[in-house]
């Protein structure tokens, strides 16, 4: 028996097949302990990398939720400014939210592009979106900033991922685009990803460079290089690329016009940073290097071209589109306004302001000094002006240092520069009275007036005529007594009054100029447009044309200028209205009433057409503004504003059909389609294709015929007599075929002038804004407001001549000489006769009798 070796024999199968399973499971019989080691830790790895491919996946996920859609480079529509031009294309205003001008990729100068990459993201062209090394270390500084509570969040975005924020700002507003938070900071690399897929390095450079921040309103490329330095972006140098590629990281920091210094250090790393790329040579480096900071900020063409004008569009844009269309629509608006016409009716009415303000008195210095003020006053103004020379005609701000013995003329410095203020340049500078006339009220002497230490506005002369308001009053002998070799200044002072000028193209029916006030920025109100005031006499046109409509009057109609009292009982008190002379004529012609603007003969024609028919007759013009209710309104007590009353005196031109005026011409989108067009088809500034459509656009549009053809033509041959022999007759200077109609209200708060030739219709209005006081005495509208149309429409019609207004041949009316006392056909024996038009039917029939007849009723007993 052998019983131990059969129990062994047994155990060594057991273990053979226990490695023989354990082979199979794939785990050695026998592992080093370094092994065992590494196996545990490669199973570590790789439940690892798959928790956190797992974790990288549910958080692309959790933020990936509510991202913008990748923008197609074709439909890339961005906020855009909206820019408004003149007829001829003069930039007149911008309107924007953002200052942006989209430009194409190829538009950009490749070394730009350079500067960018090399000052903002080196490996662009290498990364996939995101730079893993600098997002990982803004994000670590991020959370340990965090955790030690500051709070901020450290940058380290690449082009790419600052494109993408530019999409989140789109999609999700500026706030929650920016939010400091690292979520966001995930939420911008996935964006960044998803571009780098979907877009060409190219696009997104495209995407970028029009869409990034430069400072000073400047988004974009083009519009930074607008900005600041007044170029398409295509015309940069080297250094003026390096310094805008240097804007991005702290727009405000490294602002040219802030902080010079810190832009131009800034604009050295940048080219720094691309001769290390070797994108420029040192010759180019060091030669951009050395050039000095020079910028020259975009006009403000809005505030110094035409404010009133272009507000005025501004307005009409928002009411009608809406306030984010102007905004960031990028519309292109086209308006009615003529650039050299427009730049006449603002000389005009500031000339015109300047003299009627100072026939009304002098309102005092705008300082006065004391000897240590005196000091310190000059020592500012010289360090101001020390580079510049004087300019005449240019505005200064001076000090009077001295006045001569016999007091006829004064010392005055400006800056470093010093002249001589002399008796002839300040003549005008009266105590203000409103009830002297000016020309007999003139100073003798400096002083009172002025004394030393005053600091007045002055104004630079060229020579010694200029000192004159009037050059028909230069005095060569005056003359000989002013120093030679000084310096000329004139006193001035700003204007208190105001003024409103409209200017019409009544055939193409474009609003060409227009003024609203004296100086926009101190004050928005556009009196042209919002400012209702009294017309006065420039009325009257109104209420002629109603009697000669409706009750057949005619320019020979005898009317009684006596005296008429108004009673009205519902507010107890009694009307006794005057002619400016305070006299009365007895029997006058309807013609001599309205040109020599005669109130009692206008207060009986209004009487006789009736209070309601003219209120209506004056709607149907086209004044919304409501009439009084009393025979008040006869002489323009119910007021008007400018823009409506050129509207009426269009409506004349046009022998009685009401159009609107226009004063946007056509509005296109940022696709150059075609919101709205109002082209007259004879616009010289017009595209031919423009043209043709607006012509055949206007077959459709004839306007609304509000009174007779022939009731207009006789309103407009009377106030033809206005200008040749009425109140209106300094408007013949023109020198062109011109009617209109003077306006003054009786308390001389108001003086209007509304005329026109045979193709511009213009009004001007001038008056205090608050009625602190009247006008001077006589300043009546041939007299305070006529000179600035006068000055206007010299301008304005230069070089183009004005045809006579005759009526068209289709006219039913008859020309006649008329004896302007009697009204009867003229004889031989009429002193004063004129050639007066009627509608057929309604012409005289009897005639004055002939020299050396009798009128005895019925016949003709001739005499010798």
């Known amino acids: 028996m052998s019983a131990p070796a059969t129990s062994g024999a047994a155990e060594k199968p057991r273990a053979v097949r226990e490695q023989h399973r354990l082979l199979l499971l794939g785990v050695p019989a026998y592992r080093p302990w ?59 205003g911008e309107f924007y939210a953002e200052r942006r001008k989209v430009v194409p990729y190829d538009h950009i100068p490749k070394r730009l592009v350079q500067a960018f990459i090399a000052s903002e993201d080196a490996s662009f062209f290498d ?22 509570g500051s709070g901020s969040v450290q940058g380290g975005s690449t082009l790419t991922q600052q494109t993408a924020k530019a999409v989140l700002i789109s999609a999700e507003g500026y706030k929650a685009a920016t939010v400091k938070k690292l979520s966001r900071k995930i939420r911008e690399a996935i964006l960044a990803y998803r571009l780098e897929r979907a877009l060409t390095k190219e696009e997104i450079l495209y995407l970028y460079l029009n869409n990034v921040y430069l400072g000073h309103h400047s988004y974009g490329v083009q519009s930074a290089a607008e900005n600041y330095y007044r170029k398409d972006v295509r015309d940069l140098n080297l250094a003026e690329m390096a310094l805008v590629a ?33 994108m420029i040579s040192r ?13 020259f900020p975009v006009e403000d063409v809005f505030h110094e071209f035409a404010p009133y004008f272009t507000e005025e569009v501004r307005r009409d844009v928002v009411a009608r589109y809406g306030n984010p269309a102007l905004l960031s629509s990028g519309l292109k608006v086209f308006t009615t306004m003529d650039s050299e016409k427009q730049r006449a009716a603002q000389e005009a009415v500031f000339r015109g302001l300047l003299a009627v303000d100072k026939r009304q008195g002098f309102r005092g210095p705008l300082l006065n000094l004391s000897e240590k003020e005196r000091d310190a006053f000059l020592e500012r103004s010289e360090k101001a002006l020390a580079a510049e020379k004087i300019q005449p005609e240019r505005f200064y701000v001076g000090l009077v240092t001295g006045i001569d013995e016999e007091k006829v003329s004064a010392d005055v410095q400006v800056g470093p520069h010093k002249g001589k203020l002399p008796l002839l340049g300040m003549r005008w500078a009266r105590m203000l009275n409103a009830e002297h006339y000016y020309p007999s009220v003139v100073i003798s002497k400096v002083s009172p007036p002025l004394k030393v230490g005053d600091v007045v506005l002055l104004r630079a002369v060229a020579e010694a005529k200029d000192l004159y308001d009037d050059k028909e009053q230069y005095d060569e002998g005056a003359n000989k007594k002013l120093p030679e070799g000084v ?69 020979a109609t005898v009317i009684v200028d006596s005296p008429i009292v108004y009673d009205d009982p519902e507010n107890q008190n009694r009307w006794k209205p005057e002619n400016y002379g305070e006299d009365f004529q007895g029997d006058v012609l309807l013609r001599t009433a309205l040109v020599n603007s005669m109130n009692i003969p206008a207060v009986k024609t209004f009487i006789a057409v009736g209070v309601k028919k003219m209120a209506a007759w004056t709607a149907k013009l086209g004044l919304t503004t409501p009439m009084n209710q009393d025979f008040s309104a006869a002489l323009g007590s119910s007021c008007v504003y400018p823009f409506e009353l050129t509207q009426v005196y269009a409506t004349f031109n046009r022998l009685g059909v009401s159009k609107p005026t226009f004063f946007i011409r056509k509005i296109e989108d940022r696709f150059g389609r075609l919101v709205e067009d109002h082209t007259a088809f004879d616009d010289p500034w017009a595209g031919l294709v423009d043209r043709v459509a607006a012509g055949y656009a206007r077959m459709y549009e004839p306007g609304t015929k509000v009174m007779e053809p022939e009731t207009a033509y006789i309103m407009v041959d009377l106030m033809r007599g206005v200008v040749k022999e009425g109140t209106g007759a300094p408007a013949s200077r023109l020198g ?12 001389s708060f108001d003086a209007w002038f509304a005329g026109f030739t045979k193709d511009l219709v213009t009004t001007v209005w001038v008056g205090y ?38 009526p068209p041949g289709s006219l039913d009316l008859v020309r006649l000489k008329v004896d302007t006392k009697t009204g009867k056909l003229a004889s031989s024996a009429s002193k004063h006769q004129a050639d007066m038009w009627f509608l057929r039917g309604t012409e005289p029939k009897e005639q004055q009798p002939e020299k050396g007849a009798i009128d005895t009723g019925g016949w003709l007993m001739e005499t010798r």
């Not at 010079?260 to 001769?275: H, N």
């Not at 003024?515 to 006065?536: H, I, K, M, S």
Request: glycine letters at 8%; one cysteine or more.
């Open 127 to 148: 990364h996939g979106g995101v730079d893993f090394v600098g997002t990982t270390r803004a994000a670590f500084k991020t959370l340990l900033k965090k955790a030690s």
């Open 283 to 295: 010759e180019e480096h060091d030669q951009a290097n050395a050039d000095e900071v020079a910028v």
């Open 34 to 92: 370094w092994k065992r080691l590494l196996s545990l830790l490669g199973v570590l790895a790789l439940s690892g990398a798959t928790a956190a491919a797992g974790t990288g996946l549910a958080l692309y996920y959790k933020f990936s939720v509510g991202l913008p859609e990748i923008p197609r480079v074709d439909e890339y529509w961005p906020p855009i400014l909206t820019e408004v031009y003149t007829a001829d294309a003069v930039l007149a």
């Open 769 to 806: 804004d608050l009625n602190p006081h009247p006008l001077g005495k006589y300043e009546t509208g041939g007299r305070a407001a006529l000179p600035i149309w006068l000055r206007y429409m010299r301008q304005a019609l230069d070089g183009k001549p004005q045809p006579e207004i005759d």
């Open 246 to 278: 240097g804007l991005p990281q702290a727009p405000s920091r490294y602002s040219p016009f802030t902080n010079p210094e810190a832009a131009k250090k800034r604009r050295s790393y940048v080219l720094r940073r691309m001769l290390e790329e070797g």
């Open 736 to 747: 062109k075929p011109a009617a209109g109609k003077t306006g003054t209200t009786n308390d």
């Open 487 to 555: 310096q000329l200044f004139r006193l001035e002072q700003e204007p208190e009054l105001q003024s409103g000028l409209v200017s019409v193209d009544p055939h193409r029916q474009y609003l060409l100029a227009m003024v609203g006030g004296y100086d926009f920025d101190a004050n928005e109100y556009n009196r042209a447009f919002q400012a209702c005031r009294q017309p006065g006499s420039a009325f009257k046109p109104i209420a002629y044309s109603a009697a000669i409509e409706q009750l057949k009057w005619t320019e």
